[in-house]
């Protein structure tokens, strides 16, 4: 099996199933095959209305929905979805109806696939583990809601020969597009274009963040004499970015050394 790095059964301390006593679900909904569809567009109500952005509560579809499928594909062809609201987060809760795994057999008895289900949701949750008992496999998948005032904002400094954008906020929808436009102005208009991204000031992130970085790294790898680096990360987020990108990230603790990273131009002499 493709595996991300770590555990089996998890990729962040912290989750597992609710206590029995602890808050009722925000949502709690049998599926099957014919009902997958209908899923989504019930997870996306509840994201949103619970608070996550519109990005992040993308995320959540994407992933309960891979797991549930996981669920009725690989398992007894039907499950459950549990969500609840607790300590600043949204927690799910996909479980199937399908008896506990053989000996020796991986926690994880639903199959891991780059791109798809379980490898998705170690990387693209904030807490996210798996088990197999008596009863079946459970997964449990965490997403952190965001602080009230969570704004994305980026400011570019061109220096002598490259410029560093700065985000602060979130990591999403709208600092994607500014990525993009950043990369875009770079390459039209620079020679070997070089960029530093500070992430040092980002509170939250979504897929669409994440993958517009990887989209920057890619555009300028592509572009002659052109590199990006990153600082400012967090480890998770380092980690996060590891998985998900085809190809390793330039990193670097803060900007200068950011910089530093990048060779010295032919024409520097």
């Known amino acids: 099996m493709d595996t991300p790095p770590g555990t089996a059964e998890a990729s962040d301390g912290g989750g597992g199933p609710m206590d029995a006593g602890g808050p009722a679900p925000i949502l709690d909904q049998p599926f099957d095959r014919d009902s997958l569809y209908a899923l989504r567009a019930t997870l996306e109500a509840h994201a949103t209305h619970a608070g996550l952005p519109h990005g992040r509560a993308t995320d959540l579809v994407l992933i309960v929905h891979e797991l549930a499928t996981n669920a009725v594909f690989h398992s007894s062809g039907t499950g459950r979805v549990r969500i609840w609201r607790s300590a600043g987060s949204l927690r799910c809760e996909v479980s199937d109806a399908g008896g506990p795994a053989p000996a020796g057999r991986d926690a994880a008895a639903w199959p891991v696939r780059h791109g798809h289900g379980l490898w998705l949701a170690r990387y693209l949750t904030d807490r996210f583990t798996i088990a197999s008992g ?24 061109r220096r002598d020969s490259y410029a560093v954008l700065a985000l602060e906020g979130a990591l999403d929808e709208r600092a994607a597009a500014e990525i993009a436009r950043v990369v875009r102005g770079l390459v039209s208009d620079t020679s070997a274009p070089r960029l530093v991204v500070d992430l040092s000031g980002v509170a939250f992130w979504d897929s669409t963040g994440i993958t517009a970085l990887i989209s920057a790294q890619q555009r300028l790898d592509q572009t002659p004499g052109g590199m990006m680096a990153l600082s400012g990360l967090t480890p998770k987020l380092a980690h996060r970015l590891d998985g998900l990108s085809p190809t390793p990230f330039t990193v670097a603790d803060t900007r200068a050394q950011a910089a530093g990273r990048f060779p010295a131009r032919p024409d520097a002499d």
């Not at 449990?140 to 904002?153: G, I, N």
């Open 134 to 157: 008596t009863d079946g496999t459970v997964a449990t998948a965490d997403f952190v809601l965001p602080a009230p005032d969570h704004p994305s904002a980026g400011t570019l400094d």
